[in-house]
């Protein structure tokens, strides 16, 4: 009598379980004929998939080109969005749009008379570029808002870049023997020239076939994340007179420094005599390369006897002054917010970005202090490293 009981309540639960499933496929059918009626599909897009329609077009041929060079009639909107004033973008593309309507951007080379022409402008596809840095944009959202396609946007995007780093090489470099000897003598460290530091940014796991089995190259563990890592030299002015940018996230600061070309041919970067002497300013992690940095004493290398008082007041002199390549590299991030998210691009091309976003930065900063290109803060003549040797 019992088991029968029990063989009712199996066929009552298993009655039971073949309604339910019944009714999710009779639901399931449903959504699938009308699925209109359940949700709207506008809804379950995301920001970059709604400017995509049923034939995967981002242009409307109907339309031109979406001019974003309206904002300029706006100044203080433009600035807002560019980091440019009006009067700097002007003076921008007077030196980069030369170059861009005149190079090829497939080869290369000098742009030929025959051939379709651009869709944008040289100004326009500089402000894309601009733009593209600026806000991080993706390339979907901003082929949408020029009405371009995406494949131009995205390749456009890094011929600008090369453009930028050929019109405007002279920002970023070494200084000249004068330009040294008046760095040199600006601070209370006679001979220090700037500040060295290694910053990372972020990129997607590397995954072409060149490297993806060797993507562990690519992950920094301290961070825990996959990243490039790049040289930078600032000097006193927070102007970048040297970068080195490309190298993988798992290597340190000094394994950069060591492989760049500027370690390779010290000597012609730095002078050393027996009364005078050039250097920068570095962390403790570029221990070992004593002979162009100085970096700050750490406690445990003090000898028994020393005073502590004045080593304490020599690491926070040097700290003091230091802190301002950590300014610089900010300052830029902080004006080139692509730099500050997970890069979308392959490693070979990150260089070039780098490169410009720096350009860009000492463009600015030039403008900003009053400064050209060719020009550095005059200081006094006296680079001797004690001034009561001239005393008579």
């Known amino acids: 009598m019992e088991s029968r009981i029990d063989d009712m309540d199996d066929y009552e639960l298993l009655d039971g379980l073949i309604q339910q499933q019944a009714m999710i496929l009779i639901a399931a059918s449903t959504a699938a004929v009308n699925s209109d009626a359940f949700f709207s599909a506008q809804e379950a897009l995301n920001d970059d998939q709604q400017y995509v329609d049923d034939d995967q077009q981002y242009v409307d041929a109907s339309q031109g080109v979406k001019d974003q060079l309206v904002m300029i009639r706006n100044p203080s909107l433009f600035k807002t969005m560019t980091n440019f004033t009006c009067e700097e973008f002007e003076e921008l593309s007077q030196l980069v749009c030369p170059v861009i309507a005149l190079t090829a951007r497939t080869t290369g080379e000098i742009r030929g008379l025959l051939g379709r022409q651009p869709k944008l402008s040289p100004q326009q596809r500089l402000l894309h570029f601009v733009l593209y840095l600026k806000h991080d944009n993706t390339v979907i959202f901003d082929s949408h808002c020029w009405n371009w396609s ?40 006679k001979g220090c020239l700037g500040f060295i530091d290694g910053t990372l940014v972020e990129i997607r796991r590397p995954s072409s076939k060149r490297l993806s089995d060797r993507h562990q190259m690519w992950y920094n563990g301290r961070k825990s994340m996959y990243c490039v890592n790049n040289t930078v030299i600032v000097d006193h002015d927070g102007l970048f007179i040297y970068i080195d940018p490309g190298y993988p996230g798992s290597f340190h600061d000094v394994n950069c420094l060591r492989r760049s070309e500027l370690y390779q041919n010290w000597r012609e970067y730095f002078e050393h005599t027996d009364q005078y002497f050039e250097y920068l300013l570095g962390d403790p992690g570029y221990i070992g390369e004593e002979m162009f940095v100085m970096h700050r004493i750490r406690p445990r290398t003090v000898r028994p006897g020393q005073q502590m008082d004045a080593v304490d007041a020599f690491n926070a002199v040097h700290g003091g002054m230091r802190v301002r390549v950590e300014w610089g590299i900010g300052g830029m991030k902080r004006k080139w917010r692509k730099l500050m998210k997970k890069f979308d691009c392959t490693i070979q091309k990150f260089p070039h970005y780098f490169r410009a976003c720096a350009i860009l930065t000492n463009f600015i900063q030039r403008r900003r202090l009053d400064m050209t290109a060719t020009e550095m803060n005059a200081a006094p003549d006296d680079n001797d490293w004690d001034d009561e040797d001239n005393v008579e």
């Open 150 to 189: 995406k494949s131009s946007a995205c390749d456009d995007a890094l011929f600008v870049a090369s453009c930028i780093n050929t019109a405007l090489a002279h920002e970023i470099r070494w200084p000249s023997a004068e330009e040294r000897r008046r760095l040199a003598a600006r601070t209370d460290f």
